[in-house]
């Protein structure tokens, strides 16, 4: 074990994303290759409601007593941990037996996953010497997830082969250690009293909420791509469209065309190997990018990071349209994780400069809580409506695009002294309708 904390962190955190990447090679012959997903669509749609549930109304209500508690988020760590480890067992008979078991105890696995990347991003702050250590740490942080995926993926592979229980057993053995690391990370007070005025003015300023504005996007565009390339590689892209089947049907009566089986069902899905390409692209790009980045920070500014990363989102897009198939499913996923990677680099930077006087573990972990929301939100989308991969580039390139306009008018209002453009709220829009409709009755009074 390690002696310094950081290194009692990493360590941690190569267990649990070993653990991570083991369950999600289990998984890969279950969850979108065994079960037909048009059929699970609305069981994944109501799983993810239940994923964004922890972060968009618990998260707010019981984060500032785990800020406060010593050992809080630390107590999550191994919560976590614990939770998957025994989720991990019960799973190995659902996986082999492809029980329905096996999408609420996923979807759970999934919850238990993001809440550590929570805790995660408020703990890494207190194990760093000062603020110039913690991009670092977080590029660290990233790349050692990346060898620790591609370390289990060998054993995992091997295992595969025998059958998938095998796979989530080692998981469960990954996350048994986890626990055992989690407990030797230091116990200590995220923040000791609540924010101030003074830092929540430094969180609200212009130039934090443009930067958390794109990151919100591109974390949504990484939950979209997670599960529009899952059908896309099961071959769920919807069945043709009911007029195919129908213009046949008709026509048989007048010439000799009969109605074949693929214009009523959805084509094969591709080969199981496909699953790993993308796999592979998504792990390498997520290394490249947090090893690049803290290189181009010491060159560049934060906002040319993060309108970079914006940059190669859209043409991850446009890739993903232009080559198709495999070759452009591979470069979306390469593409979109070196974006999110390396964004997150920036941001991060980007909170460390504009508020010095914020308490980085509290200020990450609700930012990070709230980018969670907005990854379930993007995937959200490609569950619900069935498209096809191209459609889902062209979708990503436009949300990348429409992003990428916003934070560059709002980087430059920051510079000029100016409140940068925002889209209204839900809020904002339901006042405004309000008083429109108050006006109009005034008016009609008076007339």
Same mark, same amino acid.
């Given at each position: 074990m390690s002696?310094t904390p950081?290194?009692?962190l990493?360590?941690?955190?190569? &267990?649990?994303? /070993?653990?991570?990447a083991? !369950? =999600?090679? @289990?998984?890969a012959?279950s969850?979108?290759?065994d079960? #037909?997903p048009?059929?699970?669509?609305w069981?994944?749609?109501l799983?993810?409601?239940f ?8 998260g707010?209500?019981?984060?500032p007593?785990m800020d406060?508690?010593?050992?809080g988020h630390?107590l ?5 941990a ?11 008979s659902a996986?082999?037996n492809d029980?329905?078991l096996?999408f609420?105890?996923?979807f759970?696995? &999934?919850?238990? /996953?993001?809440?550590?990347? !929570? =805790?995660? @991003? ?8 000062? #603020?110039?250590e913690?991009?670092?740490?977080n590029s660290k942080?990233?790349?050692?997830s990346?060898?620790g995926?591609?370390?289990?993926g060998?054993p995992?592979?091997?295992l595969?082969?025998?059958?998938a ?8 053995v990954?996350?048994?250690?986890a626990v055992i690391?989690a407990?030797y990370?230091p116990?200590t007070?995220?923040?000791?009293e609540?924010?101030g005025?003074?830092?929540?003015a430094e969180?609200?300023?212009?130039g934090?909420?443009?930067s958390?504005? =794109?990151m919100g ?5 990484v939950?979209?791509?997670?599960f529009l ?5 099961r071959?769920?892209t ?8 129908l213009?046949?049907l008709?026509?048989?009566r007048?010439?000799d065309?009969?109605v074949?089986v ?9 080969p199981?190997?496909?699953f790993?390409?993308i796999?592979?692209m998504?792990?390498a ?10 290189l ?12 970079v990363a ?7 897009g446009?890739?993903?349209f232009?080559l198709?198939?495999?070759?452009g499913?591979?470069?979306?996923a ?7 990677s ?22 990450f ?5 709230r ?18 991969t191209r459609l889902?580039s ?6 990348a695009?429409a ?5 560059l ?5 920051v510079?000029r ?7 209204p ?6 006042s405004?309708v309000?008083r ?11 007339d």
């Open positions: 002696r950081f290194g009692r990493a360590v941690t955190h190569v &267990l649990s994303v /070993a653990g991570d083991l !369950v =999600a090679m @289990a998984l012959g969850l979108f290759f079960v #037909d048009s059929g699970a669509r069981r994944i749609a799983y993810l409601v994923t964004m549930a922890p972060f968009a109304v618990v707010p209500l019981i984060g007593a406060r508690a010593r050992g630390q999550m760590l191994v919560g976590s614990i939770g998957r480890a025994l989720l991990a067992v019960l799973m190995v996986v082999a029980s329905l096996l609420p105890e996923a759970l696995m &999934l919850v238990l /996953a993001k809440g550590y990347q !929570v =805790a995660k @991003a408020a703990i890494v702050p207190t194990v760093v010497h000062s #603020d110039a913690l991009v670092e740490a942080l990233q790349l050692l990346g060898l995926g591609f370390a289990a060998i995992g592979a091997i595969l082969l025998i059958g229980g095998h796979v989530m057993a080692l998981a469960a990954a996350f048994t250690a690391a407990m990370v116990r007070t995220v923040a000791t609540p924010a005025t003074e830092e929540k969180l609200r300023s212009a934090v909420l443009t958390a504005s =794109a996007t591109l974390r949504a565009i939950g979209f791509v997670t390339l899952a059908f896309a590689l071959g769920d919807g069945p043709p469209p009911s007029g195919t089947a213009g046949r008709v026509g048989s007048f010439v065309e009969r074949q693929a214009d009523v069902f959805a084509p094969v899905g591709p199981a190997w496909h790993g390409v796999v592979a998504s792990v790009g997520g290394l490249l990018g947090a090893a690049v980045s803290p181009l920070r010491r060159r560049f500014p934060e906002e040319y990071l993060l309108a914006v940059g190669l989102a859209v043409v991850a446009g890739a993903g232009l198709g198939g495999l070759a499913q591979a470069a979306l390469l593409l979109v994780a070196v974006a999110a390396s964004a997150k680099q920036a941001f991060d930077a980007v909170v460390q400069r504009d508020a010095p006087d914020a308490n980085r573990g509290r200020s972990a609700r930012f990070e809580s980018f969670q929301v907005a990854w379930v939100l993007g995937a959200f989308i490609p569950v619900v409506v069935p498209m096809p889902g062209v979708f990503v390139g436009l949300a695009t992003a990428g306009a916003l934070y008018a709002g980087t430059s209002a510079r002294g100016q409140q940068p453009p925002r889209i709220t839900v809020r904002q829009v339901g405004n309000r429109s409709v108050s006006d109009r009755r005034a008016r009609r009074q008076t």
